[in-house]
């Protein structure tokens, strides 16, 4: 019996590089560069690994995070791909595999930017059950997850759960054992937003050390002209306006 990580191993490396190139593509905030490669790269890799391969599960995942962060979630093809790549690694994997966490992870971000919170939330609790019970799982996966399901309650409440899913977020970022500066960046906004939306105590004092720790971690990893830190200086270009009313 071949085990699934081995077999991930073996059935994707032929063809790593050039789904890796579009994983780096939106790691560079080129998001409609990593849409139209993965479009493209598609048809091949299914036509040399099989529709149903570990290798277009894999691209599939990276299409449909180039089409969320490119603001295509409404579309019905991104949610398409993503119920595919979902299948694909539940039916050759199984249910409980770190690799179907990260596709219901990937469902769960189109979902919420569809406003489907409830849903999303049902699948990022899902994803952190398997990365908490993965031994191969990495502590920013699982951060990532609270980061999202604080996102979740943000919108919906209770609040009590929002802010503890986003402190903990965070919490885990900070003593992860592999730090990732750009997603404790993430926990930092998300637990920023939540003060921010909340307005609760002293909200401004609370806010401002967040959100301008995570533009200083996201400016000294991306190039000025990401997304990620335009976002992180709008957030904070708004709150020292908030803070002089």
Do not use: N
Request: some cysteine.
């Amino acid at each position: 019996l071949v085990c699934a990580s081995a077999l991930a191993s073996v059935e994707a490396h032929p063809h790593d590089q050039a789904i890796q190139r579009v994983g780096q593509l939106i790691d560079l905030g080129k998001y409609d560069a990593a849409e139209r490669f993965a479009h493209g790269l598609l048809p091949e890799i299914e036509s040399l690994t099989g529709s149903d391969s570990l290798a277009t599960a894999a691209l599939l995942d990276h299409y449909v995070e180039a089409l969320q962060l490119g603001g295509k979630s409404s579309l019905p093809e991104t949610l398409e791909l993503a119920d595919r790549a979902l299948a694909i690694r539940e039916s050759r994997l199984g249910e409980s595999d770190p690799l179907v966490a990260d596709s219901l992870f990937r469902k769960a971000d189109v979902l919420l930017a569809m406003d489907s919170y409830a849903l999303a939330g049902d699948l990022l609790s899902r994803a952190l059950q398997i990365y908490e019970s993965s031994p191969g799982s990495d502590d920013i996966s699982v951060a990532r997850a609270h980061h999202r399901l604080g996102q979740r309650f943000l919108h919906t409440g209770p609040t009590r759960d929002a802010e503890w899913h986003s402190a903990l977020a965070v919490g885990i970022a900070e003593s992860a054992r592999q730090p990732d500066e750009l997603t404790l960046a993430e926990t930092l906004t998300g637990l920023a937003e939540f003060h921010i939306h909340s307005r609760s105590g002293d909200y401004r004092a609370t806010v401002e050390p967040l959100v301008r720790r995570a533009l200083e971690l996201r400016q000294r990893v991306l190039d000025d002209e990401h997304p990620l830190v335009a976002q992180s200086l709008f957030l904070y270009g708004w709150l020292l306006h908030d803070l002089r009313r």
